[in-house]
């Protein structure tokens, strides 16, 4: 069930009091809104985060989306409508969400752009005044279309690229982009996950849209911070438009919402190169530290070939809702530790969650059991607790040669199989999988997890 929208409205209306008084004088406005790219990279990662079972069973639908197809072809809509009813049961609106979905060249390097039709600022039910929301936020808030039935958001997908995968089971070729996955991608950047920040060859970064004489901030940018804390959009000490503020939008930077830092623990690092590449910087999760893999791999701002993301991750989740979203994550404060049950193996001392999820030929899905273990190691069964099938172990080299935590994982088997490594305390999550069929091969990975103390 979608969960009652947490109550941060006073919070937000105080930051927008804060950086820009004048903001609640504003009048109701609407424009075109700014765009961003999900770019390739040339390898096969062999990745594959599904979407996890609590999501993957049969759900009504909590939110409508209606897709106008421009110039796709019949199988990409297939995998299209996949990625839709993702995230038709993962968020909720009172309004149907319209998309607009263009099947047509793009730069090379670009595999899909992707951003609000229109923002909407002073709309009956926005939340905060003088800011700017996505087209489906507003409307989801206001409980009206906005558009009057036009496209709330446009998605754009390269025509020229011989190599899509256009399968809806996320397993590509290693010489294959998955569809299912950039589509999931470049929806979450029309429900929101844009900001308006750009740095100019000089050095000079600045924020905001809106016509003239009028800058204001999209609700993303509210919640995105400099590295010692300093909000993006607290111009006594990052005035816009200035080198300081440039200089911080090319160096780290975070998004702190309350929401997704009571879920993960942590404020969420972004992509901050030291370039600025539009479209790419800012709007994205970093793609260093969620690298192919990660189950909050989804929103970095590159795909590699073979690298699949079914699960749009609870840390886009909890972001999602910092904006307005009600969504089915489980966001706000979590234990601090590890709990243990016949379905999840702690280790270290309770710091690492175990869990592996499994899916047999007839399609079958189950959970693993845990049958015993020690403080560095879990041994699983799948089907029968007289049949052991997997152990995991997680290693702490944290005084050694790599400085991180380990993780090595050996199963009997040849079932589809999803191992998930969760670090509690750091809120970082390792995903390991098996394919159907496939023989399992050994895990020893000696860079899981740079979280040291």
Known sequence: MIRPKRQV?????????VFAPAFVLA???????????????????GTHVRLRPAFDRPRPKSADFVVTYIGFPSAARVAFQRAVDIWSTLISSPVAIRIEARWQPLDPDVLGSAGAAFINRDFPGATVPGTFFVDALADALGGVDLGGGAADIIANFNSTFPNWYFGTNGNPAATEFDLVTVVLHEIAHGLGMTGSVNVDASGLGFW???LVGTTLPLIYDVFTEALDGTAVLDTTSLP???TLL???LTDRLFFGGPQALGA???????YAPPTFLLGSSYSHFDEALFPPGDANALMTPFLALDEVIHDPGDQLLCLLEDLGWQTIADCGPQPATCVASDVAFCLQGGRFRVEVGWRTFDGTPGVARAVTGSQDSALFYFFNPNNWEMLVKVLDNCNGNTNRFWVFAAATTNVEYTLQVTDTQSGQVRTYFNPLGVSASAITDTSAFATCP
């Open 27 to 45: 009048a109701a406005e609407r424009q075109a809104a700014p765009q961003t790219v999900l770019r390739i990279q040339n390898f096969s990662a």
């Open 240 to 242: 816009n438009p200035s």
């Open 9 to 17: 409205v006073a919070g937000l209306m105080l930051l927008a009091l």
């Open 246 to 248: 440039g200089d911080a």
């Open 264 to 270: 993960l623990g942590q404020r969420v690092e972004l």
């Open 208 to 210: 905001g849209l809106g």
